[in-house]
Each structure stands twice: as structure tokens, then as C-alpha cells.
Nanobody
Framework: QVQLVESGGGLVQAGGSLRLSCAASGRTWNNMGWFRQAPGKEREFVAAISASGGTTYYADSVKGRLTFSRDNAKNTVYLQMNSLKPEDTAVYYC???????????????????WGQGTQVTVSS
């Protein structure tokens, strides 16, 4: 079992930055992902990171603006979000899994455990 708790969301102006955190407890050494869901839209992939931190994947819409990192000593992953846009507004969820598919971990069904989400709102 893995418990995930996200934090760091909030309201920011366009062009601003936020850093989301996701603390894991229970089973460690998980591959991790971030997804987001805007009102009226389906949950979509944002980024993934391997358990070692050596491999990351990003959605095209966030490449160059978001950075996914982890501190395994703290069992915490981070999503640094820069140059935020109004279209980044959503509830952001972190997720964990032992699966790893080389080339991508883009599907929500690949993840077994989810946090409760944290709201990110970017004003124009």
C-alpha cells in the first residue's frame, strides 16, 4: 500500500511559478506520475519519473516549463512549474506504481495509487 499526499497548489498569475510536492508513505521505491484534471475535461498526463529519478517523461504541453524531480531520502517528489499559463489550471494528482514502460507512462490506468489532488489556478 502507498499513501500519497500532495501540497503546494494555489493561485498564481500567468507567468508565475509554483512547486507541488507529493509525499509518499508505506511502500517505497515507486515510479511516480503527475496528472491533472480541469473542469469538464478528462484527467490527462503531465509527467512521470522513474523510481531512481533517472528517467522522466513530460506531456508536450508542459515540456520546458515543468520539471519533475524526487528526493528518495524524503520519499517525496516535486513538480516545479514555471511560466504558468491559464490553461494549466486544474486539480493536480500524483500517482504511484511499480510498473514502468520504457517510452512512456502516460495512461492513468498504469498507476495503482493516487493522492487526493491539489488545486492549481492560474489567472490571466
Amino acid at each position: 500500500q502507498v499513501q500519497l499526499v500532495e501540497s503546494g497548489g494555489g493561485l498564481v498569475q500567468a507567468g508565475g511559478s509554483l512547486r507541488l510536492s507529493c509525499a509518499a508513505s508505506g511502500r517505497t521505491w515507486n515510479n511516480m506520475g503527475w496528472f491533472r484534471q480541469a473542469p469538464g475535461k478528462e484527467r490527462e498526463f503531465v509527467a512521470a519519473i522513474s523510481a531512481s529519478g533517472g528517467t522522466t517523461y513530460y506531456a508536450d504541453s508542459v515540456k520546458g516549463r515543468l520539471t519533475f524531480s524526487r528526493d528518495n531520502a524524503k520519499n517525496t517528489v516535486y513538480l516545479q512549474m514555471n511560466s504558468l499559463k491559464p490553461e494549466d489550471t486544474a486539480v493536480y494528482y500524483c500517482a504511484a506504481t511499480r510498473r514502468w514502460v520504457k517510452g512512456g507512462m502516460f495512461e492513468s490506468t498504469q498507476y495503482d495509487y493516487w493522492g487526493q489532488g491539489t488545486q492549481v489556478t492560474v489567472s490571466s
